[in-house]
C-alpha cells in the first residue's frame, strides 16, 4: 500500500491529475505490463483502464486489489468502497484483514461515519501493521467527533463556478485588491505528462467576482508563470504588496516532486515584477505553501518543508524576514502544530495560524485546523465546523480581515467533474451569514379620555444611541412627517436606548439589547407621548360673553359628535356641574360657503347634538338652549362672494358657549390642548 499513499499525497499537495493517451486492444499480458509500466510513468488512470482489462480477462483477485487502490488513490471514493468491499467481505480465509483500513477509510470518505467506525475497530482488533493500526484508532475517533458535527446555520459556502472553476484542480486560493490569485491548469481534460507538445502545467491566475459568480480567469504573465514548471501555492501578502508561490519539476516517473523551492513578487505601478527565489528558506528539500504572517512583532514567512529533522512528513515552519525576499533560518513549529503526519497550506491573521492536517483525528483526509497564538506559544489546534471540513480533503483555507468570509479549496462534490464525483479540487468561498438586526419602531399618542387605545402620532423624530459602553454614541436620528413607523438597522451584541420627540409632547424612551441574538431578525418597540401641559389659565367669564370650544369639530355634512370633541363637550358638563344655576346657550357656526339656509339647518344640527351629548351626563333640559347661526356671525371678513384660504374659512367654522342666565360672571381655568390638524 506505499504507492497508495505516494500517490495520494501528489495527487493532494501537489494538484495535477494525469493520464496518457488512449491504448489499442492488446492480450491480458501486454495489458498487465502496459498497465504497471504506466503505474510507474505516473498514469494512474491509464494505469486503471488496463488493470480493469486484465481483470476482466482473468478475474485475478491480486488485480482486484490493484484496481481498489488506484481507485482510492485518484479519490473516486464510490467506487473505491465497492471495490474493497467485493474484497473483504468475501475474504472467509482473511488473507486482505490489511485492506479493511482502507475499506473503512473509503467510506468514511463517503460519510458512512458509522459504518466506517465499524470497519476501523475490526481492523484495531485484527491489523498487522503497527502504524494503520494507530491510524485507525485516530480515524475511529474522527468518525465519532464527524457523527455529532452540525453545520453551523450562519455558515454558508458556495462553488465558485464552472468559471472560474474547471473540471481540473484548483488550488491556494489568495484574495487581493479585488483579484482572486489561484493554481490552475484550467483543463477540461485529463493530462498526461508525457505529452510533447501539451501546454500541462500549473499556472498562476487571477479571476475577478462580476455579479454573484467569479468570472473565467485570466493567466499571469511570463514573469510568473515559467515554462517547463509547475507553478503552484500562490499567497498574496496581506498589504498586497508581495506575492509568494512555488516553482516545482516533478520527478522523472512522474509520481512525487523531485524540486519545489519558493518565490517573490513585487506589486509596482506597471504590475507584478519578475519573480525571484527567496532568500533563506529554499534548500534540499521541498519547499511549499508559502504565507506571510507575524510573529513575536515582526514579519515571517510560514511554509511547509520535508526538511530533515522534521516530526514526519511535511511540516510547517516559519522564517523571520530580514528584507522583501530575504528571510532567516527556518523553525519548525513544533510538536503542538505538527504531526508524523501531513501538514499543509498555512493561512495566519490576527494571532491565529489555520491549516490542514491529517495527523489528527478529521472529519475526513486532510481538516482545516485553527491555533492561538498567545506571544509565546501556540494553543492545541482546534477542527473547524462542518462545512469547513467535509468528509473528503479541505485545504487552503483563508480568511478576509474581518473574518466573516474567505475561500477553500475541497474535493467534495461539486458542478465539475473530471473523472469521479471525489477527484478533483475546486474551489469554495465561504461567509459567515451577518446577523442583520432591524429596529422596527412606532410613535403613538397616549389615548385621551373616551379613547379605547393609543393613537398613532406622526410627525416625531426618533433618535437611537449605542449604549453598550459608558459613552453613548448616536447611531442615527429620523423623523416621520408622514407617518408613525421608523426603521434603523442594529449590531448584535449591543445595548440601545431609543428616544421619541414631537413638539408640543413629553418624550418617551424605551431600552433594549441585541445580546445573544444569533439569527437576523426584527425588533418591534413602540414609544407613547403624552400631550406638554401647561399650567391653567385663570379667566373670568361675564354672561353674554361667548367662549370657544376650539376641539368640537365635525365631519364635512355631518353633525355627529366625533372622539375628539368629547373631552371639550365633557370640560363644559363639569362647568355646569359646578355652577348649578347657570343656563347657557350653545351655539354653532359654518363658513359662507354653501347655500344660507342650508348652512343655517346644519349648524342647528350640531348645536342640537353637542346639546344632546351633555343632557345625556344628567344636565336639566331648561339649562341649555341650542342654536345655529350658520354663516351670520363670521369671526372675520370672509362673507359671501371673499376669496378667503382653508384656515380662514377654519375660523369661522365654531361652536361656542355664553352664559344666559345665573351667576354674572364665573372664574374657569383651562389647560392648553394640542389637537390633531383641523378638519
Same mark, same amino acid.
Given at each position: 500500500?506505499?504507492?497508495?499513499?505516494?500517490?495520494?499525497?501528489?495527487?493532494?499537495?501537489?494538484?495535477?491529475?494525469?493520464?496518457?493517451?488512449?491504448?489499442?486492444?492488446?492480450?491480458?499480458?501486454?495489458?498487465?505490463?502496459?498497465?504497471?509500466?504506466?503505474?510507474?510513468? @505516473?498514469?494512474?488512470?491509464?494505469?486503471?483502464?488496463?488493470?480493469?482489462?486484465?481483470?476482466?480477462?482473468?478475474?485475478?483477485?491480486?488485480?482486484?486489489?490493484?484496481?481498489?487502490?488506484?481507485?482510492?488513490?485518484?479519490?473516486?471514493?464510490?467506487?473505491?468502497?465497492?471495490?474493497?468491499?467485493?474484497?473483504?467481505?468475501?475474504?472467509?480465509?482473511?488473507?486482505?484483514?490489511?485492506?479493511?483500513?482502507?475499506?473503512?477509510?473509503?467510506?468514511?470518505?463517503?460519510?458512512?461515519?458509522?459504518?466506517?467506525?465499524?470497519?476501523?475497530?475490526?481492523?484495531?482488533?485484527?491489523?498487522?501493521?503497527?502504524?494503520?493500526?494507530?491510524? &485507525?484508532?485516530?480515524?475511529?475517533?474522527?468518525?465519532?467527533?464527524?457523527?455529532?458535527?452540525?453545520?453551523?446555520?450562519?455558515?454558508?459556502?458556495?462553488?465558485?463556478?464552472?468559471?472560474?472553476?474547471?473540471? %481540473?484542480?484548483?488550488? &491556494?486560493?489568495?484574495?487581493?485588491? #479585488?483579484?482572486?490569485?489561484?493554481?490552475?491548469?484550467?483543463?477540461?481534460?485529463?493530462?498526461?505528462?508525457?505529452?510533447?507538445?501539451?501546454?500541462?502545467?500549473?499556472?498562476?491566475?487571477?479571476?475577478?467576482?462580476?455579479?454573484?459568480?467569479?468570472?473565467?480567469?485570466?493567466?499571469?504573465?511570463?514573469?510568473?508563470?515559467?515554462?517547463?514548471?509547475?507553478?503552484?501555492?500562490?499567497?498574496?501578502?496581506?498589504?498586497?504588496?508581495?506575492?509568494?508561490?512555488?516553482?516545482?519539476?516533478?520527478?522523472?516517473?512522474?509520481?512525487?516532486?523531485?524540486?519545489?523551492?519558493?518565490?517573490?513578487?513585487?506589486?509596482?505601478?506597471?504590475?507584478?515584477?519578475?519573480?525571484?527565489?527567496?532568500?533563506?528558506?529554499?534548500?534540499?528539500?521541498?519547499?511549499?505553501?508559502?504565507?506571510? #504572517?507575524?510573529?513575536?512583532?515582526?514579519?515571517?514567512?510560514?511554509?511547509?518543508?520535508?526538511?530533515?529533522?522534521?516530526?514526519? @512528513?511535511?511540516?510547517?515552519?516559519?522564517?523571520?524576514?530580514?528584507?522583501?525576499?530575504?528571510?532567516?533560518?527556518?523553525?519548525?513549529?513544533?510538536?503542538?502544530?505538527?504531526?508524523?503526519?501531513?501538514?499543509?497550506?498555512?493561512?495566519?491573521?490576527?494571532?491565529?495560524?489555520?491549516?490542514?492536517?491529517?495527523?489528527?483525528?478529521?472529519?475526513?483526509?486532510?481538516?482545516?485546523?485553527?491555533?492561538?497564538?498567545?506571544?509565546?506559544?501556540?494553543?492545541?489546534?482546534?477542527?473547524?465546523?462542518?462545512?469547513?471540513?467535509?468528509?473528503?480533503?479541505?485545504?487552503?483555507?483563508?480568511?478576509?480581515?474581518?473574518?466573516?468570509?474567505?475561500?477553500?479549496?475541497?474535493?467534495?462534490?461539486?458542478?465539475?467533474?473530471?473523472?469521479?464525483?471525489?477527484?478533483?479540487?475546486?474551489?469554495?468561498?465561504?461567509?459567515?451569514?451577518?446577523?442583520?438586526?432591524?429596529?422596527?419602531?412606532?410613535?403613538?399618542?397616549?389615548?385621551?379620555?373616551?379613547?379605547?387605545?393609543?393613537?398613532?402620532?406622526?410627525?416625531?423624530?426618533?433618535?437611537?444611541?449605542?449604549?453598550?459602553?459608558?459613552?453613548?454614541?448616536?447611531?442615527? &436620528?429620523?423623523?416621520?412627517?408622514?407617518?408613525?413607523?421608523?426603521?434603523?438597522?442594529?449590531?448584535?451584541?449591543?445595548?440601545?436606548?431609543?428616544?421619541?420627540?414631537?413638539? #408640543?409632547?413629553?418624550?418617551?424612551?424605551?431600552?433594549?439589547?441585541?445580546? @445573544?441574538?444569533?439569527?437576523?431578525?426584527?425588533?418591534?418597540?413602540?414609544?407613547?407621548?403624552?400631550?406638554?401641559?401647561?399650567?391653567?389659565?385663570?379667566?373670568?367669564?361675564?354672561?353674554?360673553?361667548?367662549?370657544?370650544?376650539?376641539?368640537?369639530?365635525?365631519?364635512?355634512?355631518?353633525?355627529?359628535?366625533?372622539?375628539?370633541?368629547?373631552?371639550?363637550?365633557?370640560?363644559?358638563?363639569?362647568?355646569?356641574?359646578?355652577?348649578?344655576?347657570?343656563?347657557?346657550?350653545?351655539?354653532?357656526?359654518?363658513?359662507?360657503?354653501?347655500?344660507?339656509?342650508?348652512?343655517?339647518?346644519?349648524? %342647528?344640527?350640531?348645536?342640537?347634538?353637542?346639546?344632546?351629548?351633555?343632557?345625556?351626563?344628567?344636565?336639566?333640559?331648561?339649562?341649555?338652549?341650542?342654536?345655529?347661526?350658520?354663516?351670520?356671525?363670521?369671526?372675520?371678513?370672509?362673507?359671501?362672494?371673499?376669496?378667503?384660504?382653508?384656515?380662514?374659512? %377654519?375660523?369661522?367654522?365654531?361652536?361656542?358657549?355664553?352664559?344666559?342666565?345665573?351667576?354674572?360672571?364665573?372664574?374657569?381655568?383651562?389647560?392648553?390642548?394640542?389637537?390633531?390638524?383641523?378638519?
Amino acid at each position: 500500500m506505499k504507492k497508495i499513499s505516494i500517490l495520494f499525497t501528489l495527487t493532494v499537495l501537489s494538484g495535477w491529475m494525469l493520464q496518457a493517451q488512449p491504448i489499442n486492444r492488446s492480450t491480458p499480458e501486454t495489458n498487465l505490463k502496459s498497465a504497471k509500466e504506466a503505474e510507474e510513468n @505516473g498514469n494512474p488512470y491509464e494505469a486503471l483502464d488496463l488493470y480493469e482489462k486484465v481483470y476482466e480477462a482473468g478475474k485475478d483477485k491480486a488485480i482486484a486489489v490493484k484496481i481498489a487502490e488506484l481507485e482510492y488513490t485518484l479519490r473516486d471514493y464510490e467506487k473505491a468502497e465497492r471495490a474493497f468491499s467485493r474484497i473483504v467481505t468475501r475474504d472467509r480465509k482473511q488473507e486482505y484483514t490489511e485492506l479493511k483500513y482502507w475499506y473503512a477509510m473509503s467510506m468514511k470518505h463517503n460519510g458512512k461515519y458509522a459504518e466506517a467506525a465499524d470497519m476501523f475497530k475490526q481492523y484495531i482488533d485484527a491489523g498487522q501493521d503497527p502504524a494503520l493500526v494507530q491510524a &485507525s484508532k485516530r480515524e475511529l475517533a474522527g468518525c465519532e467527533i464527524a457523527k455529532k458535527a452540525k453545520q453551523p446555520d450562519n455558515l454558508l459556502l458556495a462553488n465558485l463556478g464552472k468559471k472560474a472553476n474547471s473540471p %481540473q484542480t484548483e488550488a &491556494s486560493p489568495s484574495y487581493s485588491g #479585488g483579484e482572486l490569485y489561484y493554481t490552475s491548469m484550467q483543463s477540461k481534460e485529463v493530462i498526461s505528462p508525457d505529452g510533447k507538445n501539451e501546454d500541462w502545467y500549473m499556472k498562476v491566475y487571477s479571476s475577478a467576482k462580476g455579479g454573484k459568480e467569479y468570472g473565467a480567469p485570466t493567466v499571469l504573465g511570463t514573469q510568473i508563470n515559467r515554462e517547463g514548471w509547475q507553478q503552484g501555492n500562490v499567497s498574496v501578502s496581506p498589504d498586497g504588496k508581495t506575492m509568494y508561490f512555488t516553482r516545482a519539476l516533478l520527478a522523472e516517473e512522474g509520481q512525487s516532486l523531485a524540486e519545489s523551492k519558493i518565490y517573490y513578487s513585487v506589486k509596482g505601478s506597471d504590475g507584478w515584477s519578475g519573480a525571484n527565489e527567496v532568500s533563506g528558506v529554499n534548500g534540499d528539500y521541498i519547499a511549499k505553501h508559502p504565507c506571510e #504572517g507575524e510573529l513575536f512583532g515582526e514579519k515571517v514567512l510560514f511554509f511547509v518543508a520535508n526538511m530533515p529533522g522534521g516530526k514526519g @512528513g511535511y511540516d510547517i515552519y516559519y522564517a523571520s524576514k530580514k528584507t522583501e525576499g530575504v528571510f532567516g533560518l527556518p523553525v519548525n513549529l513544533g510538536d503542538v502544530i505538527n504531526t508524523v503526519n501531513e501538514e499543509s497550506s498555512p493561512f495566519y491573521r490576527d494571532g491565529k495560524l489555520y491549516f490542514s492536517s491529517n495527523g489528527r483525528p478529521t472529519l475526513g483526509g486532510l481538516d482545516v485546523f485553527e491555533s492561538q497564538w498567545n506571544g509565546s506559544v501556540w494553543s492545541e489546534p482546534k477542527g473547524m465546523p462542518l462545512g469547513v471540513n467535509s468528509s473528503v480533503d479541505d485545504m487552503y483555507y483563508t480568511q478576509t480581515p474581518d473574518g466573516m468570509s474567505g475561500y477553500l479549496v475541497s474535493n467534495r462534490p461539486g458542478p465539475n467533474n473530471l473523472k469521479s464525483k471525489t477527484c478533483c479540487d475546486d474551489i469554495y468561498s465561504w461567509e459567515i451569514e451577518r446577523v442583520k438586526v432591524n429596529l422596527l419602531a412606532k410613535t403613538f399618542r397616549f389615548k385621551r379620555k373616551g379613547e379605547k387605545e393609543n393613537q398613532p402620532l406622526t410627525g416625531c423624530s426618533v433618535q437611537v444611541f449605542d449604549v453598550t459602553d459608558k459613552n453613548p454614541a448616536n447611531v442615527d &436620528s429620523k423623523t416621520n412627517t408622514a407617518a408613525n413607523d421608523f426603521t434603523f438597522e442594529l449590531l448584535p451584541e449591543k445595548s440601545y436606548m431609543a428616544i421619541a420627540t414631537r413638539d #408640543g409632547y413629553k418624550p418617551d424612551t424605551v431600552s433594549f439589547n441585541t445580546v @445573544g441574538v444569533k439569527k437576523s431578525r426584527d425588533v418591534e418597540k413602540t414609544m407613547t407621548l403624552r400631550v406638554v401641559r401647561k399650567e391653567p389659565e385663570t379667566r373670568i367669564v361675564k354672561t353674554n360673553e361667548p367662549i370657544r370650544l376650539d376641539n368640537i369639530l365635525y365631519d364635512y355634512d355631518k353633525w355627529d359628535i366625533r372622539q375628539d370633541a368629547e373631552p371639550d363637550l365633557q370640560y363644559l358638563t363639569d362647568l355646569l356641574k359646578k355652577y348649578p344655576d347657570m343656563k347657557i346657550e350653545l351655539s354653532s357656526h359654518t363658513d359662507s360657503r354653501g347655500q344660507d339656509a342650508y348652512n343655517e339647518s346644519l349648524s %342647528q344640527k350640531r348645536a342640537e347634538s353637542a346639546r344632546t351629548w351633555i343632557l345625556a351626563k344628567g344636565i336639566a333640559a331648561d339649562r341649555i338652549v341650542a342654536k345655529g347661526y350658520g354663516e351670520k356671525q363670521p369671526q372675520n371678513g370672509c362673507t359671501n362672494g371673499v376669496e378667503c384660504t382653508e384656515e380662514q374659512h %377654519q375660523l369661522n367654522r365654531r361652536t361656542e358657549f355664553k352664559i344666559i342666565s345665573g351667576p354674572t360672571s364665573i372664574t374657569i381655568e383651562r389647560e392648553e390642548k394640542v389637537m390633531p390638524g383641523g378638519n
